[in-house]
C-alpha cells in the first residue's frame, strides 16, 4: 500500500505564500491523478485541486481557482500545491490523495497522506 508523504504547512499571513509537497512513499507519481483536499475544523472535506496522470491537466476548485497552482515534478517524483494570495478562509488540514483514472477529478481516491496543517492570519 502506497503512503504519502507530505510537507509544507505551517502559519501564513493573509496575502502570503506556501508551497506544499506529496511524494508516494513508492516514487510513482508520476502514474496516478493526484488530487489535494482540505478539511477545516468543524466541516466536510472538501475538493481543492487535481491533476491528470495521462496529460498533466488540472482542475481547481472555484474558491481557489487563480491562486493556487497544482504541479507534478517527474524528476522528483512529488507533486505540488503551490498557494498565493492566502486568505484566513484556506485555513485547514490539507490532503494529498490518490485519485482514480485518468483526467483531474473532484472524486478522492482510497489512499490518502496525514495531511499537513495551513493556518493563514488576518
Known amino acids: 500500500q502506497v503512503q504519502l508523504i507530505e510537507s509544507g504547512g505551517g502559519l501564513v499571513q493573509a496575502g502570503g505564500s506556501l508551497r506544499l509537497s506529496c511524494a508516494p512513499s513508492?516514487?510513482?507519481?508520476?502514474?496516478?491523478?493526484m488530487g489535494w483536499f482540505r478539511q477545516a475544523p468543524g466541516k466536510e472535506r472538501e475538493f481543492v485541486a487535481s491533476i491528470s496522470r495521462s496529460d498533466g491537466s488540472t482542475y481547481y476548485a472555484d474558491s481557489v481557482k487563480g491562486r493556487f497552482t497544482i504541479s507534478r515534478d517527474y524528476a522528483k517524483k512529488t507533486v505540488y500545491l503551490q498557494m498565493n494570495s492566502l486568505k484566513p478562509e484556506d485555513t485547514a488540514h490539507y490532503y494529498c490523495?490518490?485519485?482514480?483514472?485518468?483526467?483531474?477529478?473532484?472524486?478522492?481516491?482510497?489512499?490518502w497522506g496525514q495531511g499537513t496543517q495551513v493556518t493563514v492570519s488576518s
Open positions: 490523495n490518490v485519485q482514480r483514472g485518468p483526467i483531474a477529478t473532484i472524486t478522492p481516491g482510497d489512499f
Open positions: 513508492d516514487g510513482t507519481a508520476s502514474r496516478y491523478t
